[in-house]
């Protein structure tokens, strides 16, 4: 059923348009004799709950005389208009007067129909079944609206995630990188990059098979995601058996205590892995770099720190993290690097 405000100072035309309305079937009709109380009255029907849900039951359509006192009926047309809670609310403006310049100010207000004193109850029924079917065709588009923007959301969402491990994919991280590379150089602070690469992990699949291997990928996923201890910090699937963390405002020892934390994690796994040559189970090498992002300097330059170091782990034997060497003395890649 629909919701009907009435706002008329006449208790004698406030009553008959209640009538009116109730003999065509309209149980749900409120009442007020100004236009302040029913901007109240709007306000706490149309306020959405925490959880974005209406309070209550809103107001399907206001039916208000122009002449009120204090606040006058196109003025509060106005208001309703530019508050995004009501502006969907169709207002039909009742006057004893059909001047021009009367209609034109309360269409300019927002009302999308008049009604002229006295009424004629045949065209009373006519416009509010005009006015009500206007606000329904407005609910379902706004509902379609927001079933769209729910499924772009999701759309987005998970555009942004690796399909096998469930953390971000490498189209999100490089949007998170690049976003931070030019925070990092706006603050002045640093910005590192870890790559993170499952030892003999072509050895695991050919041993327990791809299933047990897409196991394994997300076991370790789980770990390098769990090392992430502040919103900005990001672990995401690079490719293939490789991750990749990105700490802003973290130096090179604060990002090393971080690459320790992830060999713990995915050794706490325990997952066996009789194929390694460097242990009996899953372990990772881990490449860090540490780069104080300025003017000139390339971002791809801290990414290929960081991949460098990481074939250094490798080359020594895997199981193992290397930080990038740099001259400087906070161990951070420079513009002059």
Request: glycine residues 6%; contains cysteine; aromatic residues 4%.
């Amino acid at each position: 059923m629909h919701r009907i405000l009435i706002v008329d100072d006449s208790p004698v035309a406030a009553l008959q348009l209640e009538h009116c309305l109730a003999k065509s079937g309209h149980d749900q009709l409120d009442v007020v004799d100004d236009a302040r109380k029913a901007m109240q009255l709007l306000a706490e029907t149309c306020t959405p709950a925490a959880d974005g849900s209406p309070a209550c039951r809103p107001f399907d359509l206001v039916l208000m005389d122009i002449n009120l006192p204090g606040l006058d009926g196109i003025t509060a047309t106005r208001m309703m208009k530019a508050d995004p809670h009501l502006q969907d609310i169709p207002v039909i403006l009742i006057s004893a007067s059909d001047e021009k310049d009367v209609l034109e100010d309360g269409f300019n207000a927002g009302a999308i129909d008049f009604l002229t004193k006295p009424i004629n109850l045949m065209e009373l029924r006519a416009r509010v079944k005009a006015a009500l079917r206007l606000k329904e065709e407005t609910d379902r588009r706004k509902a379609r609206e927001q079933e769209l923007q729910a499924l772009k959301d999701k759309f987005e969402l998970l555009s942004n995630l690796d399909g096998l491990t469930g953390i971000a994919n490498r189209r999100r991280f490089d949007k998170a990188y690049a976003a931070e590379w030019l925070r990092a150089r706006r603050d002045h602070r640093p910005l590192s990059i870890l790559m993170i690469d499952i030892d003999h992990f072509k050895k695991y699949n050919d041993t327990y098979g791809h299933l047990q291997g897409d196991s394994c990928l997300r076991a370790v996923a789980r770990a390098v995601a769990g090392s992430m201890h502040r919103p900005a910090d990001l672990a995401a699937r690079f490719g293939g058996e490789e991750f990749v963390a990105m700490l802003p405002n973290t130096d090179s020892d604060g990002a090393l205590a971080i690459a320790q934390q992830v060999q713990q994690l995915v050794e706490e796994l325990e997952m066996e892995h009789t194929s390694s040559e460097v242990s009996p189970l899953v372990t990772v090498s881990v490449g860090g770099a540490c780069a104080l992002p300025g003017q000139g300097m390339d971002p791809d330059a801290l990414i290929h720190a960081a991949d460098t170091a990481l074939y250094a782990a490798k080359s020594a034997g895997r199981n193992r993290i290397v930080m990038h060497a740099s001259e400087s003395e906070d161990g951070c890649l420079h513009p002059r690097d």
